[in-house]
C-alpha cells in the first residue's frame, strides 16, 4: 500500500481536513523562504490538531541543530525531512529520526547518494530547480529512478491527475504532495485532497 504524505500547511482547517482523509503524514515548512513557511508557534498550536498514528514532519533547509532539535520538541514532531545541504554526518550528530530529500539533477547518482545516509528512514526524490529547495510543482522523469530496496518517496508535480500513474509506474512506498493539492501556496483545496486520496484507491 502506497504511503501518503500532505505538505505545506498553515491552517487548520486544511489539517483537520487531511486527518479525515485519512493522509498518513502531514508536513510542516520550517524554511523563512518558503511561502508555505510556519513558525514554530504557528507549527505547534497545527501539530495538536494531528491524532495519533499520523506522522508530523518537520522540513528544514540547512538549519542550525539547535533549532532543528528545539523545534522538534516543542512542536511533538515525529521526523525530520532535511532538504538543503545537509551532511550525512550532520544528521547522525543530531540523532532524530530523518528522511532525506534528493533533489534530482541531472547528474546526481541516486544509489550513491543514499549509500552516504545509512540511518536515513526513506528518500524524497525531487525535481531540481536551481535555487528552490522544494515545492516546485515540476515533475521529473521518473524512468531515472533506481531499483532499490530503500523506502522511496515521490514528490515533484503530483496531482490528483497524475496520482495513480506515480503508483502504477514507480511503485513507491510513498508519495508526497503539496502544491498539487492547493489552492493557493499554503492553502490547501478539500476537494483537490479528496480526489488525491481517491486516486490512490484506485
Not at 522538534?72 to 550532520?90: I, K, R
Request: with cysteine; net charge negative.
Amino acid at each position: 500500500m502506497t504511503r501518503v504524505k500532505f505538505c505545506g500547511f498553515t491552517r487548520t482547517e486544511d489539517v483537520t481536513c487531511a486527518v479525515s482523509l485519512g493522509v498518513d503524514a502531514l508536513g510542516f515548512v520550517f524554511y523563512a523562504k518558503s511561502p508555505r513557511a510556519v513558525s514554530c508557534e504557528q507549527a505547534s498550536v497545527l501539530c495538536r490538531h494531528v491524532p495519533a498514528f499520523v506522522t508530523r514532519v518537520g522540513l528544514f533547509v540547512n538549519a542550525e541543530a539547535d533549532t532543528v532539535q528545539t523545534t522538534f520538541s516543542a512542536c511533538g514532531l515525529n521526523l525530520v525531512q532535511y532538504h538543503g545541504d545537509e551532511s550525512p554526518e550532520f544528521c547522525d550528530r543530531i540523532g532524530l529520526p530523518y528522511i532525506r530529500a534528493i533533489r534530482m539533477k541531472s547528474d546526481v547518482d541516486v544509489v550513491q547518494e543514499m549509500a552516504r545516509f545509512p540511518r536515513a528512514s526513506g528518500f524524497l526524490l525531487d525535481a531540481y530547480q536551481a535555487g528552490v529547495p522544494g515545492g516546485t510543482g515540476e515533475r521529473f522523469d521518473w524512468g531515472r529512478i533506481p531499483v532499490t530496496e530503500r523506502p522511496v518517496i515521490l514528490a515533484g508535480g503530483l496531482t490528483p491527475e497524475n496520482a495513480t500513474d506515480a503508483i502504477t509506474q514507480v511503485e513507491p512506498w510513498a508519495l508526497d504532495v503539496s502544491g498539487g493539492i492547493e489552492a493557493a501556496p499554503g492553502q490547501k483545496d478539500p476537494d483537490k485532497m479528496a480526489r488525491f486520496m481517491a486516486a490512490l484507491q484506485r
